[in-house]
C-alpha cells in the first residue's frame, strides 16, 4: 500500500510539472525576441563592466544599458519582466533558449576576435 501512495505522489509530481507553474502573460514577448534581447542584454552588461572607469560611462548604471536594450525593442520593462518569468518558470524550454543565446554570444566573440575569418577559411579548404 505505502508503494502505491508513494507511485502515485510521484506519478502527480511529474504530471504537475507539465503543467504551466506561471501562466502566460497577456503581452508576451516571442521566444525568438526574447533570445535577441537577453543577447543584447548579455552585450550590454559587459560593455558596461568593460568600459565603467570611462568618464562617460562612469556616472551610469548597467540599469541604463539594460533600458536601451529595451528601448531598441520597443518593449516595456514589465512585460520583458513578465516574459522572463514565464519562460524560466519551464526549465527545460529556458535552458534550451539559454543554449541559443549563448551560441550567438559565442558567434559575436569569434566575430570579433578574428576567429570566425579563421574557421570559415578553414571550412573553405577542406
Known sequence: MKKIAIILALFSV???CDNDVIKKPKHL???RKMIEMLVDIHLAEATYN???SD???KNSSS???YY???AKYEIA???FEKSFVYYASSPKNFEKMYREVMNKLG?????FSGRKNDILEFETLK
Not at 558567434?107 to 566575430?111: D, H, L, N, R
Open 14 to 16: 511529474f504530471i504537475s
Open 29 to 31: 514577448v516571442s521566444e
Open 50 to 52: 568593460r568600459m565603467r
Open 55 to 57: 568618464t562617460l560611462v
Open 63 to 65: 540599469a541604463n544599458f
Open 68 to 70: 536601451s536594450v529595451l
Open 77 to 79: 520593462d514589465s512585460v
Open 107 to 111: 558567434e559575436t566573440e569569434q566575430g
